[in-house]
């Protein structure tokens, strides 16, 4: 998937919504006690949920919305309980989701990229109950596919994937299958969008990132994607099929690539 970095690819969907920012503060709730306190966080989720409604009334209500408190608590989390912190990374995310239009993603508007067989969700979950988002990095032509039709499938499969996540379970698994990479399937861009996205928009929802039989050519690219992952970059594991088959999968729920 040819993808810009998160600085650009929103630049298609311009927002005609208008922030009202009026100074915040910085308030941060001890971590310990709004982790075993429901009553401490339950309190920070109406604070934010407020603060929202009353600087940010232009953003959108509903799921994945400036009143979703299932979402406001991720963020807060995310942030370690930081009431300033979290309102911007979360007022970030809700605008980022209306301007690329998230909501209207679907199996028909992207079924054109798709049938590149580029990536998929796994219909089936590891061995930990996770979600896996499976790619196929022989599969994917910068040259050859439309940058933002590749954007729109990440996204949709992002989506997807954390639809299938069962009670209790937070996070998905992501699986790169490098075998076959070449080349002309060098999308540093990529790389670094699909690590970005998951930064800004879907915060520790990425448990751990497999790099499937990483053939010598991809190592330069890596080199130069590590430093810009930042600590997304502990998430990656390097890896082989053996390993993918042993340690993630029992027979019944293996990906059929990664079968005999």
Same mark, same amino acid.
């Given at each position: 998937?040819?993808?810009?970095?998160?600085?650009?690819?929103?630049?298609?969907?311009?927002?005609?919504?208008?922030?009202?920012?009026?100074?915040?503060?910085?308030?941060?709730?001890?971590?310990?006690?709004?982790?075993?306190?429901?009553?401490?966080?339950?309190?920070?989720?109406?604070?934010?949920?407020?603060?929202?409604?009353?600087?940010?009334?232009?953003?959108?209500?509903?799921?994945?919305?400036?009143?979703?408190?299932?979402?406001?608590?991720?963020?807060?989390?995310?942030?370690?309980?930081?009431?300033?912190?979290?309102? *911007?990374?979360?007022?970030?995310?809700?605008?980022?989701?209306?301007?690329?239009?998230?909501?209207?993603?679907?199996?028909?508007?992207?079924?054109?990229?798709?049938?590149?067989?580029? *990536?998929?969700?796994?219909?089936?979950?590891?061995?930990?109950?996770?979600?896996?988002?499976?790619?196929?990095?022989?599969?994917?032509?910068?040259?050859?596919?439309?940058?933002?039709?590749?954007?729109?499938?990440?996204? !949709?499969?992002?989506?997807?994937?954390?639809?299938?996540?069962?009670?209790?379970?937070?996070?998905?698994?992501?699986?790169?299958?490098?075998?076959?990479?070449?080349?002309?399937?060098?999308?540093?861009?990529?790389?670094? !969008?699909?690590?970005?996205?998951?930064?800004?928009?879907?915060?520790?929802?990425? *448990?751990?990132?497999?790099?499937?039989?990483?053939? !010598?050519?991809?190592?330069?690219?890596?080199?130069?994607?590590?430093?810009?992952?930042?600590?997304? *970059?502990?998430?990656?594991? !390097?890896?082989?099929?053996?390993?993918?088959?042993?340690?993630?999968?029992?027979?019944?729920?293996?990906?059929?690539?990664?079968?005999?």
């Amino acid at each position: 998937m040819a993808l810009r970095t998160c600085q650009n690819f929103a630049s298609p969907f311009v927002s005609s919504i208008k922030l009202t920012k009026k100074p915040i503060r910085n308030f941060k709730a001890p971590v310990k006690n709004c982790q075993s306190d429901p009553h401490e966080s339950r309190k920070l989720v109406l604070q934010v949920k407020e603060r929202l409604e009353k600087d940010y009334n232009s953003l959108p209500i509903g799921k994945n919305g400036r009143d979703d408190e299932d979402m406001i608590l991720w963020f807060l989390k995310d942030r370690k309980f930081s009431l300033e912190e979290s309102l *911007a990374k979360l007022t970030k995310a809700i605008k980022w989701r209306q301007e690329f239009r998230v909501s209207e993603l679907n199996e028909d508007s992207v079924r054109g990229i798709a049938e590149s067989g580029k *990536a998929y969700v796994h219909d089936f979950l590891d061995i930990n109950e996770r979600p896996v988002l499976i790619v196929v990095a022989s599969k994917h032509l910068p040259a050859v596919h439309d940058p933002v039709e590749d954007e729109k499938l990440c996204v !949709f499969f992002i989506e997807k994937a954390l639809s299938k996540l069962p009670p209790g379970k937070e996070q998905i698994l992501g699986i790169i299958d490098l075998r076959g990479f070449g080349t002309e399937n060098a999308d540093l861009k990529f790389l670094t !969008f699909l690590f970005d996205v998951f930064y800004y928009y879907y915060p520790k929802r990425l *448990a751990e990132v497999l790099f499937v039989e990483a053939p !010598f050519v991809f190592k330069p690219l890596w080199k130069l994607t590590k430093p810009l992952l930042k600590s997304y *970059a502990s998430l990656v594991k !390097f890896c082989s099929v053996e390993t993918v088959r042993k340690e993630y999968f029992t027979e019944a729920t293996m990906p059929d690539n990664f079968r005999e």
